[in-house]
Each structure stands twice: as structure tokens, then as C-alpha cells.
């Protein structure tokens, strides 16, 4: 992507923040050091009833693994983000997040008070903080995105952490709404490794290339074309390069 | 794992038929087992779980699969809540596994999923968005609407990562049963599918018992 980049930061290590980028916009993140887990909550920046939903975003792609082709769909049908490039191969959806018994039983309690900012923080808290930034709760936590950790089920259904992917990985997603987003560089829940494991993750934001004829994302499956579809409806069948038709 | 349940239907303090297409929302304390019971075979039950004392704290798919560190549900899972704790344990299954990944169909999945013609055929979703407005005793609405369990259903994972409706694996006459630990809110959509082959397109009633 030669797009000039609008924006970007480095989230460090085991904290969280949210923002809101816009529709045609793509939010490239990088696992500079390998590790990096990024926990992630998307809501529609404008109706924010309207989230991801990871049970429908697997069923309606066949998929459990989420990579490049793949989109991100709320509950109400539509596609918030596509994931258009991915050198990691392989993202999580569905252990969740770290929460504080869990960071402290495997990692050990580092407070404030000990640590300054250097404290052990966790996943759950951290959506906590965000969500309520935008008035939302513990009832708008939802199955959310874990990226850059891949997590393969054997035949009797045994989950695992697999091996991270390569340091300098990352994800691009283009956004097809306007949307919030909530994220944390907390550890996966499933990362057993003896010392914290956190790590930042340098994040991005890109003007969307137009869309094309054949789109990686839209053009993945007849569900993808047909969430694009409802894309285009719900923003009124406006004329734009993101709505969703050729 | 398929366990067998010494509880006796006739000795049930509460018993009642759910039609395929209908929600079910009761209270069952904990204690009191829950019995569901798949009259006719490969019907989905999608299922919601909620602290009676706390809405906000609730069935997570997500802990409950990291807990016990498996994909899918049967006899011995502890349904755990998105606050960690323990909300239910299932404690018989005549099926064997049961899918937690898939979530409830909804009309607007509906569209994507099938066509998007199909957008005015009733779904899991309505029905519980019917059900938590027909109840404002519970202060429920959309936002509790999360990733639920459904019963009877069969939705392998592949090691390389694909996820399919496979064809069901339960029967007429199969039921899992399930032990509260906590007072739990139980919301039931019984699935009114009718473009999935895994219930044959034929959806069917269920039976709900409790035991005290």
C-alpha cells in the first residue's frame, strides 16, 4: 500500500485505547517485535447497537480461522471491516480475553503502586475503561477478535495456542462503516508463557484504495458480496467506492 | 460423553413443550437441573444463560471454551460466565457434543447467509428479542443478546481452520441436562431454521424439564 499514511502510534505493551475511523479508511496494525496480541471490539460508530459478531462472521465464511478475504460482520448482517491483507496467516475469535484473576494467577499481581505503569493490566478491564468512554458496559462485550494469535483445534476439538507469527506481521483492515474501535495489547488468554508476554503493537491509518472489480474481500464468497449488498442499503444506496457494488 | 441420567420425567416440578419457532425464558434456581429434550431429533435449542441477581453477568462462550480448553459442550462442561464464575455444569448428554461457535440466526444473517429475499423469515433472534420485550421484568433488551449455545447442534472445526454445519448428530429422544450453580435467567429460542440442512429444514418441538 503506497497510501500516505494519516496517522499512527505505537500502543504499548498490556494497555488499551479506543477511536473511531472512518468508512474507507484502513487501519494497518504491526507486530513489530512478534507476540503481539491485539484484543479487539468493533461497533458501528453511528448506531452503536450494531456490532461485530463473530458467530455470524464464522458461519456465514465457513470459517473458523480469520485471514486475508475475510470480513468482519456485525449482527445486523452488514460487514464492518475486510481484512485485505494479513502476513500472519491466522487470527483468533473465540477465547476472549485475559481478565485480572487470569493475568494474576499466571503472571503474579503488579500493581500501580509497584510498578507505576509498568502494572500487569488485563483485557477485560481495559474494554471495561474504553466502553465506558462511549457509554457502554459490561453488556456490550461481545466475542471479540484476538490478532495475531492463531489458535488451531485439533479433531476432538482441543484448542491451542500455536506459534506466533514472524516479528513485523501485520493486518490491514479496511473499514466499510464508520466504526469504533476498541482494542488492547494484552496477552491471548490461552499464552502460557512464564513471563508477561505483552507487546506493542504500531497501528496506522490509510486512505482505502478504491474498490476494483475484483475485490479480495467481496468478491471471497457469494456471503461477502451479498454483506456488501446490505452495506450499500444501509447507507442508502449512496454513491461511493466503498459502498459495495461495481 | 454420553451420560445417562437417573432423573425420572414424571418427578420433574415443571414440564413444558416448546414449539419449534417459540422462545422459552424461566428462572431456575440453583440447584434445580435443567433437562432438554430434543422430541424429534436434530432440532437446534439456542440457549442464553444470565445471573438472575446480575443480567449484566452472563453465559460467555468464549470463557467457557477457554476453560475447559475444548470447542464443544457435553456432559462435564461448566458453563461459565463472562465474570469467570461457574453458572451451570452439564451433567448428562445422550448426544455427545453440542456447538457453542455458530450463534442464533437472525434475519439480517439471513440474507447474507442464504439470500437476501429471505430477510422476513422468522429467526432465533426475533424470538429473543420478542421474548426480553415481552418481559421488562428481566431490564433485557438487544445488548444482551451475546453468543449462545446451541443444543443438538454439530459445528466441526478442521485443523486447518474451516467450520461447517455438519449434518446433526442428535436424535428423537436425546437430551443433555445441565445443574444450576447460581439463580440463572434461561432464554431459549427453539431454532425455526428453515434453510440449514442440519435439522433436515424441518424444524420440531423440544421438551423443557426441571428438577428441584
Same mark, same amino acid.
Do not use: F, P, V, Y
Given at each position: 500500500m503506497n497510501s500516505e499514511v494519516l496517522y499512527q502510534d505505537i500502543l504499548p505493551a498490556g494497555c488499551h485505547w479506543s477511536f473511531r475511523i472512518g468508512r474507507g479508511q484502513v487501519l494497518r496494525l504491526v507486530d513489530e517485535q512478534g507476540g503481539a496480541n491485539v484484543g479487539m471490539l468493533l461497533y458501528?460508530?453511528?448506531? &452503536?447497537?450494531d456490532r461485530i459478531n463473530i458467530p455470524d462472521t464464522l458461519k456465514c465464511q465457513h470459517t473458523f480461522r480469520l485471514t486475508a478475504g475475510h470480513c468482519i460482520y456485525t449482527d445486523m448482517g452488514r460487514v464492518l471491516c475486510s481484512i485485505i491483507e494479513d502476513t500472519a496467516g491466522w487470527h483468533d475469535g473465540v477465547c476472549g480475553t485475559c481478565d485480572a484473576d487470569l493475568v494474576e494467577q499466571r503472571w503474579g499481581r503488579k500493581t500501580y503502586q509497584q510498578a507505576r505503569n509498568d502494572m500487569h493490566r488485563n483485557g477485560r478491564d481495559g474494554f471495561l475503561i474504553e466502553l465506558a468512554k462511549h457509554g457502554l458496559g459490561r453488556r456490550d462485550i461481545v466475542a471479540n477478535l484476538n490478532l495475531f494469535s492463531k489458535v488451531v483445534a485439533d479433531a476432538d476439538g482441543n484448542i491451542a495456542l500455536a506459534q506466533p507469527a514472524a516479528a513485523g506481521s501485520h493486518i490491514d483492515l479496511r473499514f466499510e462503516m464508520d466504526t469504533l474501535v476498541v482494542l488492547h495489547t494484552c496477552p491471548h488468554p490461552l499464552d502460557m508463557s512464564s513471563e508477561w508476554p505483552a507487546r506493542p503493537v504500531r497501528y496506522q491509518v490509510f486512505e482505502a484504495a478504491p474498490l476494483s472489480d475484483t475485490d479480495i474481500c467481496r468478491d471471497h464468497c457469494d456471503e461477502n458480496r451479498r454483506g456488501f449488498l446490505n452495506n450499500l442499503h444501509y447507507h442508502h444506496g449512496a454513491c461511493h467506492h466503498h459502498g459495495g457494488g461495481h | 460423553m454420553i451420560r445417562e441420567s437417573a432423573l425420572v420425567a414424571e418427578r420433574a416440578s415443571h414440564r413444558e413443550i416448546v414449539l419449534a419457532g417459540d422462545y422459552w425464558i424461566h428462572v431456575v434456581r440453583a440447584g434445580q437441573t435443567l433437562r432438554i429434550l430434543?422430541? +424429534? =431429533?436434530?432440532?437446534?435449542?439456542?440457549t442464553l444463560f444470565y445471573s438472575a441477581a446480575d443480567p449484566a453477568e452472563r453465559y460467555s462462550a468464549m470463557d467457557t471454551i477457554r476453560h475447559q480448553g475444548n470447542l464443544y459442550l457435553t456432559a462435564g462442561t461448566r458453563l461459565m #460466565? #463472562? +465474570? =469467570?464464575?461457574?453458572?451451570?455444569?452439564?451433567?448428562?448428554?445422550?448426544? =455427545?457434543r453440542h456447538d457453542t461457535l455458530g450463534g442464533a440466526c437472525a434475519t439480517e444473517s439471513n440474507t447474507v447467509r442464504y439470500? &437476501?429475499?429471505?430477510?422476513c423469515m422468522h429467526a432465533c433472534r426475533d424470538s429473543y428479542l420478542l421474548a426480553l420485550m415481552k418481559h421488562p421484568e428481566f431490564g433485557?433488551?438487544?445488548?444482551?443478546?451475546?453468543h449462545n449455545i446451541n443444543f443438538f447442534m454439530n459445528v466441526p472445526v478442521t485443523e486447518q481452520g474451516g467450520l461447517t454445519f455438519a449434518d446433526g448428530i442428535s436424535a428423537s429422544g436425546k437430551y443433555v441436562e445441565m445443574q444450576a450453580r447460581m439463580d440463572v435467567i434461561v432464554l431459549i429460542s427453539n431454532c425455526p431454521q428453515l434453510n440449514n440442512p442440519c435439522n433436515a429444514y424441518n424444524p420440531t418441538p423440544i421438551e423443557v424439564l426441571i428438577w428441584d
Open positions: 458501528n460508530a453511528e448506531q &452503536l447497537l | 430434543d422430541l +424429534e =431429533g436434530n432440532q437446534a435449542a439456542d #460466565s #463472562s +465474570e =469467570g464464575r461457574e453458572m451451570l455444569e452439564i451433567t448428562a448428554d445422550t448426544c =455427545g439470500a &437476501l429475499e429471505k430477510k433485557m433488551d438487544k445488548r444482551d443478546l451475546t
